[in-house]
């Protein structure tokens, strides 16, 4: 018995009708395949040209650009994009010194091409650890200065864009960790252990994470004896790595529990000890698994951070509310929150397409 | 590298594998009931019987997969307790090749040849490579050393996973079912590895319902019904003069179909 060869049945293989492909055959096979979704494309074709047309109009045509009055925005109906003029230092950095802005401008630059850097996986080599641990320092020095000649800033005055990268960059950097080890021992054999992991997740899954920051801002000093206090912004980073930590650990988790159990009894077989197997074995598996999951925490812890603002931390969004209250400037809300928003969407999409990539590259093939 | 270390006579007396009153349960089903069993350094059993008999489980006690509740397990001279090193002792001398070849299947073949070697025999990279050059040879697929496991066949995949366990060195390979899991034109190349194995004299036990390999390889064929020993035989009085009913019945079930 001979299998006929791929080759042979390459070439007798025909090509498809045309009516199938080029464009005209796209948009019958995409958009006008049924009478229903005909329908519906000729629907939202419909919206577009509602909605474009108003929206160019107000964002380009009839907007006041430049350094103005707001006195002058006022006269019109299109954006006040003079209030971003105006007020987008304040949004991007919070209250930090105006003229030492350039400061945390530089700090966010390194830490940003930081997280790029560890993101190819050709840098995961030794000299990236290397380049943390230059970088880190750098920052530190940036923001609050104090010695090489720069002013010092105290960390109640940083805000904005800054602050918004460091509470939740740090608090994935530690929480991702620690969510690992959590959902590690969450599936441990040794209850103590698997109880306090159970207890701890669910107890900070259980409540907002509104009421950790409220109680890292307000209950936790009373704990505190007198004389010793930690300082807000550092209680507000503990609390948010908590709460990360707790979510992410259930992520994780997902992951370790879909790989089938040969895996750990392969890992056993070899005699490799339990964390060896995790390590080389079990996580990098569980982990690929888990990016989708991981990544959406990810994206909702980046974005719940906004809500350090009940607690007198003046983030990106707070930032934004904070421009908002200058009575000369005092309702172009329009502005600034689609500024606010196209930040907030252009870090999350990247974080998304970022992860849709790493699962493209580590994806080996199919899984037995 | 030399196989000669590995050639010892199949009639070789001293022990490796001594199980003693073994005694397993499932929550409250006994899978194994007062097994006794030895093995002798270069002996090649195979180890059949109905599903649900216990043979997989007896295998998979001998290195610790399975914890059992009654007697004693004596590997190579180690006992097997609840001592993790012992067991961790035990795993080191002991290959074990699975139904579904359980290869790790975000490294490469070769990675996964050499990642035990490097990470618990501190064997050096380099070192570690050229052994898994060598079984990978010997398995007859050399060329896929930089493949990932997904992008093998199933026959090719239980190869490797062969060459994985031999190139820790073992002294004794349990085969569970090695190829049950595989299609039938398949079949033939990993029992041909195996075979080759055991004519150069590694101890093997083997779980498995390929009669052929039984009669050709066996030293000694271990029938297990309900997880008692019920008959266990060399090749030649195992299939032609069956002793007890079950046995009878059970050749007659799977030899004449």
């Known amino acids: 018995m001979t299998m006929p060869n791929t080759q042979h049945m390459s070439e007798t293989s025909q090509r498809p009708p045309v009516t199938r492909v080029g464009v005209i055959g796209w948009l019958r096979a995409n958009l006008f395949n049924t009478w229903y979704n005909s329908l519906l494309t000729i ?136 969510g690992v080890f959590l959902a590690l021992g969450r599936r441990s054999n040794m209850p103590t252990i698997r109880t306090i992991c159970i207890t701890y997740i669910e107890l900070i899954r259980g409540v907002p994470l509104i009421t950790i920051l409220f109680m890292a801002s307000v209950m936790f000093p009373l704990f505190l004896p007198t004389g010793l206090t930690i300082d807000k912004l550092l209680r507000a980073q503990i609390g948010l790595i908590m709460f990360a930590s707790a979510y992410l650990a259930e992520a994780v988790r997902g992951g370790l529990q879909s ?13 490799l000890s339990y964390w060896k197997k995790m390590r080389l074995i079990i996580l990098p598996q569980a982990l690929r698994i888990s990016i989708p999951a991981l990544v959406n925490s990810f994206i909702s812890f980046f974005k719940d951070t906004s809500l350090v603002i009940i607690i007198g931390l003046f983030d990106l969004m707070g930032a934004t509310k904070a421009a908002l209250t200058d009575a000369a400037w005092r309702g172009f809300y329009k502005e600034a929150y689609l500024f606010t928003a196209i930040i907030y969407f252009v870090f999350c999409f990247f974080m998304s397409k970022y992860s849709q990539y790493l699962e493209q590259r580590l994806y080996t093939g199919t899984r037995r | 590298m030399s196989t000669a270390k590995n050639q010892t006579p199949a009639s070789s007396s001293d022990p490796i594998i001594e199980i003693k009153d073994l005694n397993k349960w499932f929550g409250d089903f006994q899978v194994l009931r007062d097994i006794n069993m030895t093995v002798a350094s270069g002996e090649k059993i195979v180890v059949c019987g109905p599903s649900g008999s216990g043979k997989s489980t007896l295998i998979r006690c001998i290195n610790a997969l399975e914890e059992h509740q009654k007697g004693s397990i004596v590997v190579d001279g180690i006992s097997l307790t609840n001592n993790l090193k012992n067991i961790d002792a035990v795993r080191r001398e002991v290959g074990m090749v699975f139904q579904q070849f359980n290869l790790f299947p975000h ?74 899991a595989l299609d039938p034109e ?45 008959e266990q035989n060399d090749p030649e009085r195992f299939f032609n003069n069956p002793e007890s009913d079950r046995l009878k019945l059970f050749l007659g079930q799977i030899l004449h179909h």
């Open chain 1, 259 to 271: 790989l089938p159990s040969g895996q750990y009894e392969a890992a056993d077989s070899l005699g």
């Open chain 2, 186 to 230: 398949m079949i033939k190349e990993v029992l041909d590895v195996m075979t080759q194995l055991a004519e150069e004299g590694m101890t093997m036990l083997v779980v498995t319902h390929e009669m052929g390999f039984a009669r050709t390889v066996a030293n000694r064929i271990v029938f297990m019904d309900y997880g008692d020993i019920v």
């Open chain 1, 43 to 178: 629907l939202i074709l419909w919206l577009f040209y509602k909605a474009i047309p108003p929206f160019v109009d107000w964002a380009i045509l009839d907007a006041v650009w430049g350094n103005v009055e707001s006195t002058v925005c006022r006269q019109t109906d299109g954006a006040c994009w003079a209030f971003l003029y105006e007020k987008a230092n304040l949004i991007l950095f919070g209250l930090y010194p105006f003229e030492e802005q350039w400061r945390p401008t530089i700090a966010m630059i390194i830490f940003v091409s930081l997280v790029a850097l560890s993101c190819h996986p050709k840098a995961w080599r030794k000299s990236l650890i290397f380049a943390w641990v230059i970088g880190v320092p750098a920052i530190a020095i940036l923001m609050w200065g104090g010695i090489l000649g720069l002013s010092y800033v105290p960390n109640t005055r940083w805000g904005g864009l800054p602050l918004t990268l460091l509470l939740s960059g740090l608090g994935l950097m530690f929480g991702f960790p620690i």
């Open chain 2, 107 to 180: 490294l490469t073949v070769l990675e996964n040849l050499t990642l035990a070697p490097i990470w618990v025999r501190k064997v050096p990279k380099k070192e570690a490579e050229e052994t898994a050059m060598y079984y990978l040879d010997r398995v007859k697929i050399p060329e896929q050393a930089d493949k990932y496991p997904g992008q093998l066949s199933g026959g090719q995949q239980q190869r490797v996973a062969i060459a994985r366990s031999l190139c820790m060195k073992p002294k004794i390979m349990l085969f569970d079912e090695p190829t049950s």
